[in-house]
């Protein structure tokens, strides 16, 4: 039991708040393992259907790796290094990735380094009009570890991310709007009723197929598209002998049948 990642479950959606607010919410080794150890919990969990990560305090989301403990790995050379803080922030990043169920970022401060790398990871992002991101791993000596120079090129383009790669420079909610990183940004005081109503939106819908369309998309973006192609079809395969699809193709068809029939009188 750790108290640096919070958990609070209402109305489907899971909240995990950052709880480093001293530190500005900085990734140590104890936060992502337990980090990881309550995603474990909440996809087996019936009860939740969505996942909103934010940060404890009004200044940070996360402003990254724990710069303090990961340079005692580094101290230590590169197998330790790559073993206790890559491997360990890489295996973090691509379980949001390839969650089940959708993880909403609600970037309420500062995203630097890894903080901007749960954002990239993350299957949707609000971000508060105070929010600022940052790729500033170039200026300790190092590229970023934990999926950055991946995932930021396939959601902003090369030569977009490049920019940010190379330069470390910060930049604001409304860029990162403009560069496919976050979905929305909205007043800072709106930022978690925005998460929660992007929750309940998808929460009408069947966890089911929620789950099929997070799969399509997460395993054909680095595919080719016949092959993204075949994923897709393997998820619609999944949906047909299911109650979820029958029940909403019947409801359809009730509704739509019943409309035609009133046009039909009208005419």
Not at 105 to 117: D, H, Q, S, T
Request: some cysteine.
């Amino acid at each position: 039991m750790s108290d640096t990642v919070l958990l609070q479950i209402s109305d489907g959606i899971a909240l995990l708040t950052l709880n480093r607010p001293a530190r500005l919410n900085a990734l140590n080794y104890e936060l992502i393992d337990w980090f990881l150890s309550l995603l474990d919990m909440l996809e087996v969990n019936d009860n939740v259907g969505t996942v909103i990560i934010t940060g404890a305090g009004e200044r940070a989301f996360s402003a990254g790796g724990d710069i303090h403990e990961f340079s005692g790995s580094v101290a230590k050379g590169a197998n330790t290094a790559v073993r206790d803080f890559v491997r360990r922030g890489q295996r973090l990043t691509a379980r949001l990735e390839a969650f089940p169920k959708p993880v909403i970022a609600a970037v309420n401060g500062l995203a630097y380094g890894g903080g901007c790398e749960i954002t990239e990871a993350a299957h949707l992002a609000v971000a508060s009009e105070h929010a600022r991101f940052a790729k500033p791993e170039i200026k300790l000596g190092m590229p970023p570890t934990f999926g950055g120079t991946q995932r930021l090129p396939r959601l902003a383009g090369r030569k977009r991310a490049l920019e940010l790669l190379l330069t470390g420079d910060d930049f604001s909610a409304d860029h990162a709007l403009e560069l496919g990183l976050v979905n929305t940004v909205v007043a800072h005081e709106e930022l978690m009723p925005a998460a929660r109503g992007l929750a309940k939106r998808i929460l009408r819908h069947s966890p089911l197929v929620v789950q099929t369309i997070i799969t399509a998309v997460t395993r054909g973006l680095n595919m080719s598209i016949s092959e993204g192609l075949l994923v897709e079809s393997e998820q619609f395969a999944r949906m047909v002998a299911t109650p979820d699809l029958a029940e909403a193709l019947a409801a359809w068809t009730d509704r739509n049948g019943a409309r035609s029939k009133a046009n039909a009188v009208a005419v």
